[in-house]
Structures are given as structure tokens and as C-alpha cells.
């Protein structure tokens, strides 16, 4: 595998760098060692972190049993799901009105919008939505899921609307004229014509956004009401001087949600090319 | 969605006689139509992302409330106190001392943070690019797969690798290395390991953007003429993919700058880094004002690097394209 790269035709290969092979392996080591040890430890029986003590479910059934757990993976599925579906569609009205057409006066502040959660600290929005929710709280009284459900779909805007963009710009125009020369009505062109062709890149950026909404810390730590945590907040809150079993537990199945959904992402991604 | 339709009858109906001004009535048309499909967007994100930063930057010309909040008098004493501090006895103003080691021990980390990134992305990208074309999708999902998963989770695990009952130490005391564990967790040693393991795919990403592209012809041409591998990488090859990487280093320092979690996690409430001393004065410090003062001040640095790196990138279209 490291020589790979040795063009077939030379024996003097131009691709090779010394070093860099061995570099680039420490690299994905460096990456998924800590993490394949983390969802390894998550299996022990014993209550020590570090030392093995044979293989058990036996931190699933106390994560999955634990109430406070079970609230927080609820409201953390709620609030992901309302964001993202939320954020998709805003994303893909919005990517309809900005991509195939020439620039027009207000575009490029449009985009600065849309990008913002992707520019501006995480910390920085977190504290400006602190603020916000709390002057809105105090006048209103209302304490809900609500605040949450609105600060996740704003950072999920950016994620869901990338890949329905993408998708747009490399879609066939010619397809929609002929719908409209067969006299289709616009309504019914963008329902039987774009929106199918459009379909995998909605479907991506909904995963994105549920992935990101699902694994957010800083702002959902900022804007929850006390007492209502999602999983990410309550494992920030469980962490004393060391990570529970459990919390490796809850860490491993977030883990296997958000590789599924990117995975699918990625061969959604894939097929289009 | 039910507009489109609208808009198309209407347009029908309402189609002047005279050519020149139905093109003019299509159009606005269109750009109604257009403003129509982003009004969700934009009131979403003017109402939690865009519209907030204006309060803050209100609240941090404010007086601090007693019990958290603001009293609603102007000041100027939180941009005051970002960086100075008044004696109230000797009646002098120095420099904050507290502030300023937190604001050097953020810019040094995620500088450092974003060297080390480099130092590893580089190189981890360019063999990425060199595989043959079919087995390129898997690296690249290699990559992306860390980038996606939560952050937490990730820099929980850098802290069962390097605490004191940690893999590393567990593996050194085990071969008999050392007697006792190495004291690792809640130094700057730590955060910047950590910020290192959750954005180094941040660097590799859009440095293997670029090296795809890369014109092998190019490397080969330079051989040619006798360059050596160093030589071709200095002179061939890492000028070409340089927006790549200016790029991942903008990626890298920018969420560093403004990190949180790692540094709480890791640092223990010791080691502040801005994203902390920011949350104390909303916690602890009861200073709003003063934690309103420091976001825009790191919104600033941020919002400087981004222009640079904007004004860098169109400045080598203009002389490139």
C-alpha cells in the first residue's frame, strides 16, 4: 500500500516524498486510535476505565435505564429532527432563489447570511443567544424547547444548504425547459422536474443538519433552560475527573449515528459523480 | 412553495401589452418570487445568529447588573476592562494582567495548534492525492468521518489516551519507562493536543482540495531539470497547493481561537482559554457587559483573519486568472 503511489512507467517514482507515507499513517492513527479506544471501554465489565476487564452490555443497560439519560436523548432527537427539518427546508427555498441566475443586488449579503454560522465563534453566537433568549424569557415567560429548536435550525441552515446547492448548479436546465415546453405550470415543473433531481441533495443536507443539530455543545450549554439537557450537555455535566463507562456508552451509539448518517451522506455524494 | 404558482398566474394575467415592459413585469416577478423563497432563511437567521450580535454589542456599552444581566447606562468600562484594569486605591491603570496571559495563551496555542496541523496535514494530504484515483474516496472518508463526529466525544477520548491512568501512561509504567504517571491532563500541553486531534481533518481537507489538482507534469518537469525531491515539494509543488493550505490554516486557527470545550475538558479550569474567560463572566464573574466586550473583541480577530484571507485569495485569482 505505501508505494502505491510508484508510477508504473519509471522506476524513479515523482509522487514520492520521503516521510511523508509514514507521517500520513500516524495521521489516521492518530485519529481513530482514541476513538476505537473509547468505543472499546464502552464494552468492559469492570467499573475501572483503563483496565480490561472482559466484554459486557452492561454500561448500555445503565446509560439506557438511567432517566436523566432517557429525557436527554429524547430532547436531544426532538430538537435534531425539528432543525433539521426546518433548516432543510429554508435551505432549499433558499438555494432555489440563489443559484442558477444572474447576481442580483442583495446576493451577496444573502450568502454572508447563510455562511455566518459557519464564520462567527461558536462561543460568540452562544453568548449573543444567551442574551437574546434571556430578555425574550423574562418579557414572555415562555421556557420551552422552543429557543433551542430555533438557535439549532440558524447553524444548520449553512450545512443543509451547501450540498442542495451543489446539487442545483449541476443540474440540467434542459430537462426543465422541456417541461415547460411541454406546458407544464412552474409549480409543476419544480414538483415532477427539480425536485426529484434535487431529492439527493435534500436528503444529504437533512442528514448533515441532524448530525450537526445532534452533536452541538457550546450553543445548546448557552441556550437550555436548566433542566434541559440534550445528551452532549449532560455528558459535558456527567465529566468529573474521568469519563464514566457510561458516558462512553451514550458517546458510542452518537458515534454510530452520526458514521451511519455520514456514510450515507458520502455515497449519496458518490453515486452523483 | 404554493407562490410559484401564484406568481405565474398573476404574471399571466397581468402580461402588458408591450414587450419590452412584460420582460420588465417578468422580472420583478422573479425577483419577488426569489425574495419570497428566502424569507424563511433569512428571518431564522436574523432572529438567532445575525440579529444577537447587535445586542451584543449593546450589552457591552452597559453597566453590569448585581445579580447578572445589565443596568441600562451607558459605559465604557467593559471595553475598558478587556484589556486594563484601574486601582481603586493608587488610583492607577495597568494592563490586566489576568486577561492579557489568557488573550497570549489563546493566540500561542491555536497558532501552535495550527503549525502542528500543518506539520501532520500536509504531508497526510499529499499521500492522500498521490493513491491511485479508485482508493482516493476511501482516504478522503477516512478523513471526513472524525470531522463529523461529536466534538465532545473526541475530546473525551484524547482524555482517556493522555491522563494519568491513560493509555500512554498505562503503556510507560507498564514497560517499566516510568515509576510515575506523567502529568498531562489540565496543561497547555493538553488543550493544544486536543485542539490538534479535533480540527487537524479541518487542515487536511482543503489541502487535499488543492493537491488533487495538482499537474503531476509540473513535479515531473522539475525532476527533469535536475531539482531535488526537497527542491520540487519548496519550489514545484507547495506553491501551487499554497491556497490550500492557507485555507486550512485559516480553518484551524479560527475555531481554536474561539474554543470552548476542548480547553474546559482538557484545561480544567485552570489553563482559560478567551472562550472561557468569556463564559466566566456570564457564569461566576456576573460581568455581561465585560463578557459581551470580550466576544466582539474575539469576533474581531476572527472576522481580521477571514479578510485577509479573502483579500489573499482574490488577490491570487487576479494573478492567476
Given at each position: 500500500?505505501a508505494e502505491?503511489g510508484t508510477s508504473?512507467?519509471?522506476?524513479?517514482s515523482?509522487k514520492r516524498?520521503?516521510?511523508?507515507t509514514?507521517?500520513?499513517i500516524?495521521c489516521f492513527?492518530?485519529l481513530?486510535a482514541?476513538?476505537?479506544?473509547?468505543?472499546?471501554y464502552s464494552?468492559?465489565a469492570g467499573?475501572?476505565?483503563?483496565?480490561?476487564?472482559g466484554f459486557s452490555?452492561?454500561w448500555y443497560e445503565a446509560a439506557w435505564?438511567?432517566?436523566?439519560?432517557?429525557?436527554?436523548?429524547?430532547?436531544s432527537?426532538?430538537?435534531?429532527?425539528?432543525?433539521?427539518?426546518?433548516?432543510?427546508?429554508?435551505?432549499t427555498?433558499?438555494?432555489?432563489?440563489?443559484?442558477?441566475?444572474k447576481?442580483?443586488r442583495?446576493?451577496?449579503?444573502?450568502?454572508?447570511?447563510i455562511?455566518q454560522?459557519?464564520?462567527?465563534p461558536?462561543?460568540?453566537?452562544?453568548?449573543?443567544?444567551?442574551i437574546?433568549?434571556?430578555?425574550i424569557?423574562?418579557?414572555?415567560?415562555?421556557?420551552?424547547?422552543?429557543?433551542?429548536?430555533?438557535?439549532?435550525?440558524?447553524f444548520c441552515?449553512p450545512?443543509?444548504y451547501?450540498?442542495?446547492?451543489a446539487?442545483l448548479?449541476?443540474?440540467?436546465?434542459?430537462?426543465?425547459?422541456a417541461?415547460?415546453d411541454?406546458?407544464?405550470?412552474?409549480?409543476?415543473?419544480?414538483?415532477?422536474v427539480?425536485l426529484?433531481?434535487?431529492?439527493?441533495?435534500i436528503l444529504?443536507?437533512?442528514?448533515?443538519a441532524?448530525?450537526i443539530?445532534?452533536d452541538?455543545?457550546?450553543i445548546?450549554e448557552?441556550?437550555?433552560t436548566?433542566g434541559?439537557?440534550?445528551l452532549?450537555t449532560?455528558?459535558?455535566?456527567?465529566?468529573?475527573?474521568?469519563?464514566?463507562?457510561?458516558v462512553?456508552a451514550?458517546s458510542?451509539?452518537?458515534?454510530?449515528i452520526?458514521?451511519?448518517?455520514?456514510?450515507?451522506?458520502f455515497?449519496?455524494?458518490?453515486?452523483?459523480? | 412553495?404554493s407562490e410559484?404558482a401564484a406568481?405565474?398566474?398573476?404574471?399571466v394575467?397581468?402580461a402588458p401589452?408591450?414587450?419590452?415592459?412584460a420582460?420588465?413585469?417578468?422580472e420583478?416577478?422573479?425577483a419577488?418570487?426569489r425574495?419570497l423563497?428566502l424569507?424563511?432563511?433569512l428571518?431564522?437567521?436574523?432572529?438567532?445568529?445575525?440579529?444577537?450580535?447587535?445586542?451584543v454589542?449593546?450589552y457591552?456599552?452597559?453597566?453590569?447588573?448585581?445579580?447578572?444581566?445589565v443596568?441600562?447606562?451607558?459605559?465604557?468600562?467593559?471595553?475598558?476592562?478587556?484589556?486594563?484594569q484601574e486601582?481603586i486605591f493608587?488610583e492607577t491603570?495597568?494592563?490586566?494582567?489576568?486577561?492579557?496571559?489568557?488573550?497570549?495563551r489563546?493566540v500561542?496555542?491555536?497558532?501552535?495548534?495550527?503549525?502542528?496541523?500543518l506539520?501532520i496535514?500536509f504531508p497526510t494530504?499529499?499521500?492522500m492525492?498521490?493513491r491511485?484515483?479508485?482508493?482516493?474516496?476511501?482516504?478522503?472518508?477516512?478523513?471526513?468521518i472524525p470531522f463529523?463526529?461529536?466534538l465532545?466525544?473526541?475530546?473525551?477520548?484524547?482524555m482517556e489516551?493522555?491522563?494519568?491512568e491513560g493509555?500512554?501512561?498505562?503503556?510507560?509504567?507498564?514497560?517499566?519507562?516510568?515509576?510515575t504517571?506523567?502529568?498531562?491532563?489540565f496543561t497547555?500541553f493538553a488543550?493544544?493536543?486536543?485542539?490538534?486531534?479535533?480540527?487537524?481533518?479541518?487542515m487536511?481537507l482543503?489541502?487535499y482540495a488543492?493537491?488533487?489538482?495538482?499537474d503531476?507534469r509540473l513535479v515531473?518537469?522539475?525532476?527533469?531539470?535536475?531539482?531535488t525531491?526537497?527542491?520540487v515539494?519548496k519550489?514545484v509543488i507547495?506553491?501551487l497547493v499554497?491556497p490550500?493550505v492557507?485555507a486550512?490554516?485559516?480553518?484551524?486557527?479560527?475555531?481554536s481561537l474561539?474554543?470552548y470545550?476542548?480547553?474546559r475538558?482538557?484545561g480544567?479550569?485552570?489553563?482559560?482559554?478567551?472562550?472561557?474567560?468569556?463564559e466566566l463572566?456570564?457564569?461566576?464573574?456576573?460581568?455581561?457587559?465585560?463578557?459581551a466586550?470580550?466576544s466582539i473583541?474575539?469576533?474581531?480577530?476572527?472576522?481580521?483573519?477571514?479578510l485577509a484571507y479573502v483579500?489573499?485569495?482574490?488577490r491570487q485569482?487576479?494573478?492567476?486568472?
Open positions: 500500500m502505491a508504473s512507467q519509471t522506476r524513479f515523482i516524498q520521503p516521510g511523508f509514514t507521517i500520513a500516524v492513527l492518530m481513530y482514541p476513538i476505537i479506544t473509547l468505543v472499546t464494552f468492559n467499573t475501572s476505565v483503563a483496565i480490561w476487564e452490555w452492561r435505564q438511567n432517566e436523566q439519560v432517557q429525557d436527554a436523548a429524547a430532547r432527537l426532538i430538537v435534531a429532527a425539528f432543525a433539521a427539518l426546518i433548516a432543510t427546508t429554508a435551505a427555498m433558499a438555494a432555489l432563489a440563489t443559484t442558477r441566475t447576481p442580483y442583495g446576493l451577496t449579503t444573502v450568502y454572508a447570511l455562511n454560522p459557519l464564520m462567527v461558536e462561543i460568540v453566537t452562544a453568548v449573543a443567544l444567551l437574546f433568549f434571556a430578555v424569557k423574562v418579557n414572555t415567560g415562555y421556557q420551552g424547547l422552543g429557543y433551542l429548536i430555533l438557535a439549532h435550525t440558524a441552515i450545512f443543509a451547501l450540498p442542495i446547492r446539487r448548479e449541476g443540474m440540467d436546465l434542459s430537462l426543465e425547459s417541461a415547460a411541454l406546458y407544464a405550470t412552474p409549480w409543476l415543473t419544480f414538483r415532477r427539480t426529484p433531481l434535487l431529492l439527493p441533495g444529504a443536507g437533512a442528514m448533515l441532524f448530525v443539530s445532534l452541538d455543545v457550546v445548546t448557552f441556550v437550555k436548566p434541559q439537557d440534550t452532549p449532560y455528558m459535558l455535566g456527567q465529566l468529573r475527573r474521568v469519563v464514566t463507562p457510561e462512553n451514550i458510542t451509539v452518537l458515534l454510530t452520526s458514521v451511519v448518517l455520514v456514510s450515507v451522506f455515497f449519496l455524494n458518490r453515486r452523483k459523480r | 412553495m410559484l406568481s405565474s398566474r398573476i404574471s394575467d397581468d401589452q408591450d414587450a419590452a415592459s420582460l420588465q413585469a417578468a420583478r416577478q422573479q419577488k418570487r425574495w423563497l424569507t424563511p432563511a428571518v431564522i437567521l436574523l432572529l438567532a445568529a445575525s440579529g444577537p450580535l447587535l445586542i454589542l449593546t457591552s456599552f452597559l453597566k453590569p447588573g448585581d445579580y447578572g444581566g443596568i441600562w447606562q451607558f459605559s465604557t468600562e467593559a471595553w475598558f476592562n478587556v484589556f486594563l486601582d493608587e491603570v495597568t494592563f490586566s494582567d489576568a486577561h492579557l496571559s489568557i488573550f497570549w489563546s500561542r496555542l491555536s497558532l501552535g495548534t495550527t503549525l502542528m496541523a506539520l496535514g494530504a499529499y499521500f492525492a498521490t491511485p484515483a479508485s482508493s482516493r474516496d476511501l482516504w478522503l472518508f477516512l478523513i471526513t463529523w463526529t461529536n465532545l466525544i473526541r475530546t473525551f477520548a484524547i489516551v493522555i491522563r494519568n493509555i500512554i501512561n498505562s503503556i510507560l509504567i507498564g514497560l517499566g519507562i516510568i515509576d504517571p506523567i502529568q498531562m491532563m497547555d488543550i493544544m493536543l486536543g485542539m490538534l486531534y479535533v480540527y487537524l481533518p479541518l487536511v482543503p489541502i488543492s493537491m488533487e489538482k495538482l503531476f515531473e518537469a522539475g525532476y527533469d531539470l535536475y531539482a525531491r526537497w527542491r515539494l519550489r507547495f506553491p499554497k490550500g492557507i486550512g490554516s485559516i480553518l484551524v486557527f479560527i475555531p474561539g474554543a470545550v476542548t480547553p475538558v482538557l480544567g479550569g485552570k489553563n482559560l482559554m478567551l472562550g472561557n474567560l468569556i463572566q456570564f457564569g461566576q464573574g456576573r460581568n455581561w457587559p465585560l463578557g466586550a470580550l473583541t474575539l469576533l474581531a480577530i476572527v472576522m481580521i483573519a477571514l483579500r489573499n485569495v482574490s485569482e487576479n494573478t492567476h486568472g
